[in-house]
């Protein structure tokens, strides 16, 4: 008998279901889809005249770099991104012909995202899935979180782990529960704006890695004690009316993130980048600085903000699941104010993105807002090696500074 596990989850993760042929994305196009060691044996033991084994064999490539046997082989793409595993009606011939049980444990999970944090298993979803989106930010409540048992056998699928059990008191690790409670009670206040709440956050992690540079760990209670009460108290409120505004410097922070080579294949975030284009007056993106600002200043006033002041809880979900799913402030390694400057980014390209894409159409709706995150999510938030290099560039131009962070984020 398998043992149990408790799982942590966003109470939206349990409604979702894949739509299949219904989706107006497809999740098998597109990006490197890795083939774990024990699968990739299944195939290899497939009888020869199965009409999937040939097929297999030839698009199924070892990776022989990788030491993990999660990344154990990939799929050799198609020349327009497809996975040739794909049948004429866009549906994994793999769990057709073979079932789920011959499916990478990366096929096998998406858009779900495991995490394992002490003997807790968490459990999300990407907002990179259009369905999982839609459940995932389009909810007016706050996002609220669920525990459960299940089977032990999910553990196997957890694609990274924090431990906080055992560390001692000048480890960051030992306060991952209070910064994260802390940081998504910040993100659902909504006495602030999601600006004001950024900046604060900001403020926060700025004070807490001058902390741990220092290695004053034993004042981190107190720091996240005072914070929580100059919030309540609203001490910070005639502040933010001191920060300068600078549309200058969102728009080309913005621009020069954009103007990288990605080499853009998703269809969804093109036709978003060309709506951006046209609603920033036609110009192109790397075009005169003056038009853009004046438009991204009326677009801004005409059609994002008033759509936001009543919808702005699909922007606060996004950022509490990330904070959940990317088990902020921990993520990746990096340093805490690092990681809180990569959230910012990617607050701040949506917004852009958002900005120019209400000119284009007049106005904002929940359709338009999900298929900008949705398609930026699919093709950004899913690039490790282009984030780093956003984060190398801001950090090369003297630009990983609080002072400048809020001069991003002021509205």
């Known amino acids: 008998m398998l043992k149990q596990s408790n799982i942590l989850y966003p109470q939206y993760v349990k409604d979702f279901s894949c739509i299949g042929q219904k989706c107006e994305d497809t999740c098998c196009k597109g990006w490197v889809i890795d083939i774990d060691k024990s699968t990739y044996k299944k195939y290899k033991l497939l009888n020869r005249k199965h009409e999937l084994k040939a097929t297999l064999d030839k698009n199924i490539i070892r990776n022989r770099k990788s030491k993990i046997d999660s990344f154990y082989?990939?799929?050799?793409?198609?020349?327009?991104?497809?996975?040739?595993?794909?049948?004429?009606?866009?549906?994994?011939?793999v769990q057709k012909q073979l079932g789920e049980d011959y499916l990478s444990s990366t096929c096998k999970v998406y858009p779900r995202s495991i995490n394992?944090?002490?003997?807790?298993?968490?459990?999300?979803?990407?907002?990179?899935?259009?369905?999982?989106?839609?459940?995932?930010?389009?909810?007016?409540?706050?996002m609220i979180f669920?525990?459960?048992?299940?089977?032990?056998?999910?553990?196997?699928l957890a694609r990274r782990k924090v431990t906080t059990v055992g560390k001692k008191e000048d480890n960051i690790n030992f306060y991952f529960w209070d910064l994260r409670v802390f940081s998504i009670g910040l993100m659902q206040n909504r006495n602030y704006s999601i600006s004001e709440r950024l900046i604060l956050l900001g403020m926060f992690y700025n004070k807490l890695q001058t902390l741990i540079v220092k290695g004053d760990f034993n004042k981190i209670p107190n720091l996240i004690n005072d914070t929580n009460e100059n919030i309540?108290?609203?001490?910070d409120k005639e502040g933010f009316k001191k920060i300068p505004t600078s549309i200058e410097i969102q728009v080309n922070l913005t621009k020069?993130?954009?103007?990288?080579?990605?080499?853009?294949?998703?269809?969804?975030?093109?036709?978003?980048?060309?709506?951006?284009?046209v609603g920033l007056n036609n110009s192109e993106v790397v075009g005169e600085d003056t038009k853009i600002i004046k438009s991204y200043q009326e677009n801004f006033t005409n059609f994002y903000q008033p759509f936001m002041e009543d919808n702005e809880y699909i922007i606060e979900n996004y950022l509490v699941n990330y904070i959940y799913k990317e088990l902020f402030p921990l993520n990746q390694g990096l340093e805490v104010f690092k990681a809180y400057s990569l959230?910012?980014?990617?607050?701040?390209i949506i917004k852009l993105i958002l900005?120019?894409?209400?000119?284009?159409?007049?106005?904002?709706?929940?359709?338009?807002?999900?298929?900008?995150?949705?398609?930026?999510?699919?093709?950004?938030?899913?690039?490790g090696i282009f984030l780093r290099k956003v984060l190398k560039e801001l950090e090369e131009k003297g630009y990983l500074s609080m002072g400048y962070m809020a001069i991003l984020l002021k509205n």
């Open 146 to 156: 669920d525990e459960k048992e299940d089977v032990e056998e999910i553990n196997k």
């Open 232 to 235: 309540i108290q609203k001490n």
């Open 355 to 383: 900005i120019g894409v209400s000119g284009y159409h007049e106005g904002l709706s929940e359709e338009i807002v999900i298929r900008v995150i949705q398609s930026y999510s699919r093709t950004i938030e899913h690039n």
């Open 73 to 93: 082989a990939k799929v050799k793409l198609k020349e327009n991104g497809n996975c040739p595993l794909l049948d004429k009606e866009n549906l994994c011939s």
């Open 256 to 277: 020069s993130i954009l103007e990288a080579k990605l080499g853009i294949t998703n269809e969804r975030f093109l036709k978003c980048l060309e709506e951006l284009r």
């Open 116 to 142: 394992r944090v002490d003997d807790r298993v968490e459990v999300s979803l990407s907002m990179s899935c259009p369905e999982a989106a839609r459940l995932g930010l389009l909810k007016s409540n706050l």
């Open 343 to 348: 959230l910012t980014v990617h607050f701040s």
